[in-house]
């Protein structure tokens, strides 16, 4: 019965910390080509070249209270050169309510904006550590 109480209690902490900060990527394509796709870099190199943030200290507190990761990828268009992608990486204080991706569509671009909440989630689409953490110790707890 130990054994499900010291498991609780982590699984109860790693909620906790990931409430006080999120740490998000946070780059630009136009001044950083490696923000296209940080992916395909491995994590010593990408750890050197793509900037992560925390956005409570990154980001002024009176202008949000509850900050989340954003990932915008855009496709500019210009009028006497082929269009662009651009893809901006960085923090988020105003919450889309409806939806978690949402299109931003202008005359000069087309943009994808989703928006997430877990640290580095805007990174891309795989499995973040924290959430394989939380369910090894999910199972833990059942087999304890």
């Not at 109860?12 to 740490?23: C, G």
């Not at 630009?28 to 992560?52: G, Q, T, V, W």
């Not at 009176?62 to 990828?73: D, G, L, Q, T, Y």
């Not at 299109?103 to 994808?112: E, I």
Request: include cysteine.
């Amino acid at each position: 019965m130990h054994g499900k109480a010291v498991c609780s209690f982590i699984l109860l902490m790693s909620f906790v910390s990931k409430s006080f900060a999120i740490y998000c990527y946070y780059c630009n394509s136009a001044n950083n080509s490696a923000c296209l796709d940080i992916n395909k870099y491995e994590e010593e190199l990408r750890s050197r070249i793509i900037p992560i943030v925390n956005c409570e200290t990154a980001i002024p507190r009176s202008i949000a209270v509850s900050f989340f990761c954003r990932k915008i990828v855009q496709t500019i268009f210009h009028p006497h050169k082929d269009s662009e992608v651009r893809v901006t990486r960085g923090c988020g204080w105003i919450r889309n309510k409806d939806k978690d991706c949402y299109k931003d569509d202008n005359s000069d671009h087309l943009g994808t904006v989703c928006q997430c909440f877990g640290d580095m989630c805007n990174g891309g689409e795989k499995f973040h550590p924290p959430y394989i953490t939380l369910l090894l110790l999910s199972s833990l707890y059942w087999l304890i």
